[in-house]
Antibody, heavy 121, light 110 residues
Framework: EVQLVESGGGLVQPGGSLRLSCAAS????????MNWVRQAPGKGLEWVSY????????YYADSVMGRFTVSRDNAKNSLYLQMNSLRAEDTAVYYC??????????????WGQGTLVTVSS | QSVLTQPPSVSAAPGQKVTISCSGS????????VSWYQQLPGTAPKLLIY???KRPSGIPDRFSGSKSGTSATLGITGLQTGDEADYYC???????????FGGGTKLTVL
């Protein structure tokens, strides 16, 4: 069974840092492209970042460029999101999401349960 | 302001059909494949449609997708109360080098 389990969320002050983790199981993690998607309270989905299966290609949303860093450790079946210089508008539930293998577009077929990040003083 | 435009809400009676539109531009919908997601209250999104009109295993054929030019549509037939959820479209935007989502549509089954 495919599972994605996020952790590392919590309350942090503006300007602070947080590192999110996503533990993957039930599939060959090293073969899949992965993404982070967030959802502010009561709002819609916002894509945050993408990382290729081997880590060779990375993309970020403009809203987090230069502040967030995505990485992965295929030996540990884990995806990470290092978040620095956090702002109130970064408050959201953060989901890790697996890209569907073999499709033509960018579709996310499995999502974690999400971890809540709250940026507030 | 989302890159892709969806109606904020739609409603229909049980057993009826509803469609949800998703409007974009030549740099996103017009240039790539569209996905649709269902998000039930308090849960993570679930993939309903990928590559414009394909259904993942386990998704009933009551759900369908189509695309024409720079717009896409999600159709749901035989509406059930359990279909009440938020629905999102998504695709890749080549100008932004980013995945973009619609603002979401809340479906109410009256």
């Amino acid at each position: 069974e495919v599972q994605l389990v996020e952790s590392g969320g919590g309350l942090v002050q503006p300007g602070g840092s947080l590192r999110l983790s996503c533990a993957a199981s039930g599939f060959t993690f090293s073969s899949y492209e992965m993404n982070w998607v967030r959802q502010a309270p009561g709002k819609g989905l916002e894509w945050v970042s993408y990382i290729h299966s081997g880590g060779s290609t990375i993309y970020y949303a403009d809203s987090v460029m230069g502040r967030f860093t995505v990485s992965r450790d295929n030996a540990k079946n884990s995806l990470y999101l290092q978040m620095n210089s956090l702002r109130a508008e970064d408050t959201a539930v953060y989901y890790c999401a697996r890209e569907l293998f073999g499709d033509y577009g960018r579709s996310f077929d499995y999502w974690g349960q999400g971890t809540l990040v709250t940026v507030s003083s | 302001q989302s890159v892709l435009t969806q109606p904020p809400s739609v409603s229909a009676a049980p057993g009826q059909k509803v469609t949800i539109s998703c409007s974009g531009s030549s740099s996103n919908i017009g240039n790539d494949y569209v996905s649709w997601y269902q998000q039930l209250p308090g849960t993570a999104p679930k993939l309903l449609i990928y590559d414009n009109n394909k259904r993942p295993s386990g998704i009933p054929d009551r759900f369908s997708g189509s695309k024409s030019g720079t717009s896409a549509t999600l159709g749901i037939t035989g509406l059930q109360t359990g279909d009440e959820a938020d629905y999102y479209c998504g695709t890749w935007d080549s100008n932004l080098s980013a995945v973009v989502f619609g603002g979401g549509t809340k479906l109410t089954v009256l």
